[in-house]
């Protein structure tokens, strides 16, 4: 039995199968990165230039739509971290008949497609008469970002022991206080986790971000979007190099701290 296993997980079909997902995946980012440091507009290799940063960083536009889109996310994400974090911990300490109904429809607007949702939000905004701007952004944003916070808790609540937190109230602790130092403590990863997932998804949100916002303000995404309108410039492929090293280098130094925690421990 390990032979034949060992000879499984060496197969060359294994290995081709692999080899062709990391190039589908990789390969498009490979060419963007590289067109950003082309000496021309056209799509054939003319020369390394670094002109198209330079242009990048001094446009006023894309930077007022980075730091508006960078507001945006932490504004919702943060508000959406709070909503959905006491939305699943009072669900999880209550139970009634219709409790399976109200938690499937707190995940609802995952489900919608984002055209739908993005049409809602316009014809809501609308009817209350609500100036379009940053303010129905993260009204909109943080809507849709609820549930990603809630999902995580609810399974963090869902897998905790339950008699740690009455253990604690037994012993004189409030309710307040039994949730910051016991149970806080242990579902912070899923907080944190959904939280970092709401934030990705309104800073790269599109279709609900151009039903919900006004003439005044424009979000990063949206802004490449009608930059695209006029063909795709180098310019746009060095914004997205320069956020994919974000990516990279957030996610290095993610599990560089990962692995420093565990060698503490050990």
């Known amino acids: 039995m390990k032979k034949r296993i060992g000879t499984r997980s060496n197969s060359p079909f294994a290995v081709l199968y692999i080899a062709i997902i990391l190039v589908l995946m990789y390969l498009p980012i490979l060419v963007v990165v590289a067109y950003s440091f082309n000496d021309t507009k056209l799509f054939h290799w003319a020369g390394f230039t670094t002109d198209w940063y330079v242009k990048l960083f001094r446009n006023r536009t894309?930077?007022?739509?980075?730091?508006?889109?960078?507001?945006?996310?932490?504004?919702?994400?943060?508000?959406?971290?709070?909503?959905?974090?006491?939305?699943?911990?009072?669900?999880?300490?209550?139970?009634?008949?219709?409790k399976g109904m109200l938690e499937n429809l707190a995940i609802v607007p995952i489900m919608v497609p984002e055209i739908i949702l993005g049409m809602a939000y316009l014809a809501f905004f609308s009817l209350v008469k609500l100036p379009f701007g940053m303010l129905t952004l993260v009204m909109a944003h943080t809507t849709f970002c609820v549930p990603y916070i809630y999902i995580n808790v609810k399974a963090a609540l869902t897998n905790m022991d339950p008699s740690i937190g009455e253990a604690a109230l037994d012993l004189g602790a409030s309710p307040t206080r039994a949730f910051f130092d016991i149970t806080a403590p242990i579902i912070l990863p899923a907080i944190l986790s959904g939280?970092?997932?709401?934030?990705?998804?309104?800073?790269d949100d599109v279709v609900i971000s151009f039903f919900a916002t006004g003439s005044e303000t424009s979000t990063l995404p949206l802004q490449v979007y009608s930059m695209l309108k006029m063909g795709v410039t180098p310019e746009i492929n060095a914004l997205c190099t320069?956020?994919?090293?974000?990516?990279?280098?957030?996610?290095?130094?993610?599990?560089?701290?990962?692995?420093?925690?565990a060698r503490g421990k050990q």
């Open 195 to 203: 939280t970092l997932l709401a934030f990705a998804m309104s800073m």
């Open 62 to 98: 894309i930077i007022e739509a980075f730091w508006n889109s960078l507001k945006l996310a932490v504004l919702s994400s943060l508000s959406a971290c709070v909503l959905g974090t006491m939305g699943a911990v009072g669900m999880s300490k209550r139970h009634f008949k219709t």
């Open 242 to 261: 320069v956020m994919l090293g974000t990516v990279f280098l957030l996610v290095a130094l993610s599990s560089l701290l990962k692995a420093g925690r």
